[in-house]
């Protein structure tokens, strides 16, 4: 008899951060004091611009189909975002708009790849790409920075391309550690790939939440060519700044005859993005900017915070994040394994990590602090009390007073 599941669905990973909110949920319903700071979404709430235009257009009572790639006005305030936030002027038939950042890259990959292609993901990585490539009967193929910094050299990335590359991901700032990557390096990636006909990846869904006042780098400053040959896609989206993760509306941009591709694998799939989510991302898009500068002011505090939080655990490495709402602390000091260091820091402390190992990088958590300043606090201090054991031996947890009696 034949399986009743397919060998390539069954070999998908469940998404670790989706699965550890259900869990974080169900301990809070149950009563438990839980910190979450394994989120993937800022808390602030939805701009009132976005609002209000997706109030209109649920009034008008006229929720329709839309063009497959997008409503008109919502791709021309993409067009209008790459010329303001990358100095690049594109049109709208370079624009495609999705049900979020992944369904984008996910057309995108189905419309590049063939069987055994191979796609560098540059570790550490987001949890979805490797996952999305073998999705395609790709291959994906890791390469991992040699000297324990975040961001991996041109020379280590070139060594990995072989025959079969076909793309290389970028994300930055980077999911799960928080680094930028140089100008150099983007510079060096963006020529590199124009001469060798190999996709470059630009996962910028972080791009202006940057700290300290740096500025993002825009990949199509170094790029000679954005003709129909050209092989430079940007994926972008709401979802992360403009704390709009629920609204599921994302985009690409590339050259022309790879989104009229897209375009079609989209219609055959989704149809098209909810009009209602689209007219509140032209809200965001068009609507008052200065949110943006709120909520990257926010993060910085709470990255400050955190930082000097993990800093003070005797034995933890930390680079400082210069973006995103991450950071991927090295706790080696305490465990090599990842995924059982943080079920024990759930189980003692009620806190939700992410184990490095899901991103690529063993011996390290993914803590996220987007959350209050009061949980990101609470948090850290919290897993100083469960490891370090020259910290406090007494916490509360909730009203629970608990007293550490491990060495
Ligand atoms: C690096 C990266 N790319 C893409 C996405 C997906 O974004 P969206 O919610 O718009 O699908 C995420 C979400 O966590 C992400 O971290």
Do not use: Q, W
């Given at each position: 008899m034949k399986s009743p599941i397919s060998q390539l669905a069954e070999a998908v990973q469940e998404s670790p951060t989706l699965a550890l909110n259900e869990k974080a949920a169900l301990l809070k319903e149950r009563g438990e004091a839980v910190i979450h700071l394994g989120?993937?979404?800022p808390k602030s709430k939805t701009p009132i611009d976005a609002i209000i235009a997706a109030a209109g257009?649920?009034?008008?009572?006229?929720?329709?189909?839309?063009?497959?790639?997008?409503?008109?006005?919502?791709?021309?305030?993409?067009?209008?975002?790459?010329?303001?936030?990358?100095?690049?002027?594109?049109?709208?038939?370079?624009?495609?708009?999705?049900?979020?950042?992944?369904?984008a890259l996910y057309s995108l990959l189905v419309s590049i790849l063939d069987p055994q292609d191979e796609v560098i993901v540059l570790a550490p990585y987001w949890v979805s790409y490797p996952e999305m490539v073998k999705l395609c009967y790709a291959k994906p193929v890791i390469v991992t920075p040699e000297d324990g910094r975040f961001e991996p050299s041109l020379k280590e990335i070139k060594e990995a391309v072989g025959s079969a590359t076909k793309a290389i991901i970028v994300n930055?700032?980077?999911?799960?550690?928080?680094?930028?990557?140089?100008?150099?390096?983007?510079?060096?990636?963006?020529?590199?790939?124009?001469?060798?006909?190999?996709?470059?990846?630009?996962?910028?869904?972080?791009?202006?939440?940057m700290f300290d006042g740096l500025k993002p780098v825009s990949c199509f400053k170094y790029a000679k060519n954005f003709s129909d040959s050209s092989r430079l896609v940007v994926i972008n989206g709401v979802s992360k700044l403009y704390a709009m993760t629920g609204f599921r509306i994302g985009w690409a941009v590339a050259n022309k005859k790879l989104i009229q591709v897209m375009t079609n694998v989209q219609a055959q799939t989704t149809s098209c993005p909810s009009s209602l989510l689209q007219a509140a991302a032209v809200g965001a898009l068009n609507g008052i900017q200065s949110y943006v500068d709120s909520l990257t002011a926010t993060l910085q505090n709470n990255r400050d915070v955190m930082v000097r939080e993990l800093e003070?655990?005797?034995?933890?490495?930390?680079?400082k994040p210069q973006?995103?709402?991450?950071?991927?602390?090295?706790?080696?000091?305490?465990?090599?394994?990842?995924?059982?260091?943080?079920?024990?820091?759930?189980e003692r402390a009620m806190v939700v990590t992410v184990p490095g190992k899901e991103f690529g990088m063993e011996g390290h958590l993914r803590l996220s602090y987007c959350g209050s300043m009061k949980d990101t606090l609470e948090g850290a201090a919290r897993i100083r009390w469960a490891l370090d054991p020259d910290s406090t031996k007494e916490i509360y947890i909730g009203d629970r007073k608990c007293v550490r009696d491990w060495k």
């Open positions: 989120t993937g979404e257009k649920l009034t008008s009572a006229e929720v329709k189909y839309t063009p497959v790639d997008g409503i008109p006005s919502l791709k021309k305030a993409i067009v209008r975002y790459t010329e303001e936030n990358y100095d690049k002027r594109v049109g709208v038939e370079n624009v495609m708009v999705s049900a979020g950042a992944k369904a930055s700032p980077n999911n799960p550690s928080g680094v930028v990557y140089s100008a150099e390096l983007i510079k060096g990636l963006v020529e590199y790939c124009e001469k060798a006909g190999i996709y470059l990846i630009m996962d910028d869904i972080y791009h202006k939440l003070a655990i005797n034995g933890v490495k930390v680079i973006g995103t709402f991450y950071c991927l602390p090295d706790f080696r000091a305490y465990s090599k394994d990842s995924v059982a260091l943080s079920k024990k820091l759930l």
